[in-house]
């Protein structure tokens, strides 16, 4: 079989989808490739969108195409629902990141400070205030950052709805693996399908998560540097005898780990994440969950009433900068929309409008918000130094 769609996008999780369902409704013909499109780390994420509580150091180019999606996310969410009639689960309700420790607490003092220099909106709460505004945290709290800008949104069902609204839009769903990126004279041409399938495109967007690192038919040194970083979560109900539980997403650095609690208004309580380099394991471990009831333990006592209804490990794509990969690559026909490390959920509505607006532009040019995350910029760092050092 052969299949010939003006952009074959290979991998139907979250940020591939939403790249689909913008092209497409810009009018390209558009196919995606993938096994089961709606899967992908989208299955296992919390889904906060914390471009504020989750600010690092050094990152702060990073913060602006994090709040430019962030500010797109309300218009997102209400265009999916509108175009499917799914709801997304999007969630305006804030985040209150606490310190357990005084070392927490200096920590958190010092992030606060970087906010407020960078002139985000985070305010500084007592740990009485903490327990007032969520009663169940634990009566040691001794300070916390109160972000009414951190929303939520529930990643399987924004998964969910996207397909749906690529599917409504025309978007072409292959359900096998890519096999293999194919090009002949000097440029990529499509792909070649697990199943058989020949898929010739003008265009090529590789978008398959922590696998984008693999893919055959790319020249390793082509390959975009990007690392499975494992996540373990857990998934607690809240029965209605003890609800409300929380009211926004609680988190906190615990012994140098972060752990998050996201309650949502069907009842489910995501309990997150491990962050581990174990390569392609996704095993959920003793330690893993331990670690993260323990922790939680300390932040909201009461989580230990809960039922557990659900253990799992997903591997976010980790980049060497911890941000995405956007755009046209040194191979011509060939586009990244991979790396999005810890914000792919967060990134998505930007990702799809950026990819969007290569894919379709004259000149190719990824648009303003999103142009320092050029997909070459590491092979143009490597070049460099290699002429540096060859001179
Ligand atoms: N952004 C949350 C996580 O990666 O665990």
Redesign the pocket.
């Known amino acids: 079989m052969r299949t010939h769609p003006d952009v074959l996008i290979i991998g139907g999780g979250i940020i591939g989808l939403a790249t689909a369902w913008r092209a497409a409704q810009r009018g390209l013909r558009t196919a995606v490739a993938d096994p089961a499109p709606g899967g992908g780390a989208a299955h296992v ?2 889904g ?1 969108l ?1 471009a504020v509580t ?1 600010l690092q150091y050094g990152e702060q180019a990073l913060l602006d195409l994090n709040l430019a999606s962030a500010a797109r996310y309300a218009d997102f969410a209400a265009e999916l629902s509108e175009a499917t009639g799914l709801d997304t689960g999007y969630r305006p309700c804030g985040t209150l990141a606490v310190a357990l420790d005084a070392d927490d607490r200096a920590q958190l003092r010092d992030l606060h400070a970087f906010q407020t220099a960078l002139g985000l909106d985070s305010r500084w709460l007592t740990g009485r205030e903490c327990r007032r505004l969520e009663p169940m945290l634990a009566p040691g709290v001794r300070g916390g950052l109160r972000v009414d800008g951190d929303h939520q949104v529930d990643p399987r069902r924004l998964a969910a709805a996207l397909l749906r609204a690529a599917e409504l839009a025309g978007v072409e769903f292959l359900r096998a693996r890519a096999a293999r990126v194919e090009s002949a004279a000097g440029r990529v041409t499509g792909a070649v399908l697990a199943d058989g399938t020949t898929v010739c495109a003008a265009q090529t967007v590789l978008a398959a998560g922590s696998e984008s690192g693999r893919i055959d038919g790319i020249p390793p040194e082509l390959l975009p540097p990007v690392r499975p ?1 494992k ?1 373990q ?1 857990l998934r607690l109900r809240i029965p209605a005898s003890h609800a409300p539980f929380l009211s926004r997403t609680v988190r906190a650095v615990v012994r140098g780990s ?1 752990v ?1 609690l996201v309650p949502r208004d069907n009842g489910e309580l995501v309990l ?2 491990t ?1 581990e380099e174990f390569g392609w394991d996704t095993t959920v471990t003793a330690g893993g969950v331990y670690e993260l009831l323990r922790d939680a333990h300390e932040l909201v006592p009461g989580i230990t009433e809960l039922p557990l209804t659900e253990t799992l490990a997903g591997l ?1 794509p980790g980049s060497p900068d911890n941000a995405p990969l956007l755009g046209r690559t040194a191979l011509d026909g060939l586009l990244f929309a991979t790396g999005h ?6 990134l998505t509505p930007v990702t799809g409008d950026a990819m969007a607006a290569v894919l379709t532009s004259a000149d190719g040019e990824l648009p303003a918000y999103a142009a320092a995350f050029g997909a070459q910029r590491f092979a143009a760092r490597e070049s460099r130094t290699y002429q540096e050092l060859s001179v």
């Not at 490390?341 to 967060?346: D, E, F, P, T």
């Open positions: 994420a919390a906060m914390a989750e970083v996540g979560i972060h998050y997150g994440a962050s976010r490390h810890r914000n792919g959920v967060l």
